[in-house]
């Protein structure tokens, strides 16, 4: 079955590197996405990794993927006021084109 | 290039009523996918239409339908209308093929009373 799991809350300084978690069940996913979402606001797509990858950087943002442990995460570098959002992480399978997401975690960042 | 417009950006319907919600894809993007977001459910998949065909659905019932015309616009429609079909609406649109990168539009906000 299907199911992805993030933490619900994270406080992180501002300049400081913050890291959010997610974990998921299906080995069959083919793409693991990460979204922003802002007040008010649909969903800005951050970035993504394919499943045969370990590790993508762009920019300020890292992300990670452990397919033995089916846990994908998140680094976004010198964190600042802005970067203050619902992340969610989402994975979609190779046979159709439906995301699946998780609950999303609120990221704070405190000045 | 333009984003994914969404209309109408806000809805208020009384419970039994009918809805119907548009989405304008990016220019060139022939797959539309429509999620509902509620604080209890989180994001949720309702279908996916790709040139004029609905190649996905989720687990929602009957009253939830869409289509999808010719030139990738999508509509979709809630009849009998019930106060738990309160959300956010947000359609997702892609090129379909094997990245399925999807870009979201900013959502419909239905308030169902």
Redesign the interface.
Known sequence: GEDVEQSLFLSVREGDSSVINCTYTDSSS??LYW?KQEPG?????LT?IFSNMDMKQDQRLTVLLNKKDKHLSLRIADTQTGDSAIY?C?E?WAA?????????TRVLVKP | KAG?TQTPRYLIKTRGQQVTLSCSPISGHR?V?W?QQTPGQ??Q?LF?Y?SETQ??K?NFPGRFSGRQFSNSRSEMNVSTLELGDSALY?C?S?L?G??????????TRLTVL
């Open positions: 083919t793409y979204y606001a649909g969903l800005q797509l993504y969610f989402a979609i159709g084109n439906k995301l699946t997401f998780g609950g999303g | 994914v797959s996918s999620y989180g994001l998949f996916e790709f190649r996905n989720g947000l997702a892609s379909g094997t990245n399925n990168e999807q870009f979201f539009g900013p959502g």
